[in-house]
């Protein structure tokens, strides 16, 4: 397979089924992610062309029960896990 082959993947992507970034269909088949090139799975949302991630807090929950985040910033790497 080519990189002419893969799919390209979307600049930001969110794990929240609430956020018009989200996109179940890409998510089923396993997106990676390097953040400052260190391996990174707990990842709820990206932004490549920005430069950050935002990832759980804890057990931190804000008042509707989602997991509270902290957006970091730096060189964000994406990739598929599963390439069919």
């Known amino acids: 397979m080519t990189e002419t082959d893969t799919p390209a993947l979307p600049d930001r992507l969110a794990a929240d089924p609430t956020s018009p970034f989200h996109d179940a269909e890409l998510l089923a088949r396993g997106i990676g992610v390097r953040f400052k090139g260190v391996e990174k799975t707990n990842v709820e949302e990206y932004c490549?062309?920005?430069?950050?991630?935002?990832?759980?807090?804890?057990?931190?929950?804000?008042?509707?029960?989602?997991?509270?985040?902290?957006?970091?910033?730096?060189?964000?790497?994406?990739?598929l896990r599963d390439p069919e």
């Open 48 to 79: 490549v062309s920005e430069g950050w991630i935002r990832v759980p807090a804890g057990n931190a929950k804000d008042r509707r029960g989602n997991p509270m985040t902290l957006k970091l910033k730096g060189p964000v790497e994406v990739y």
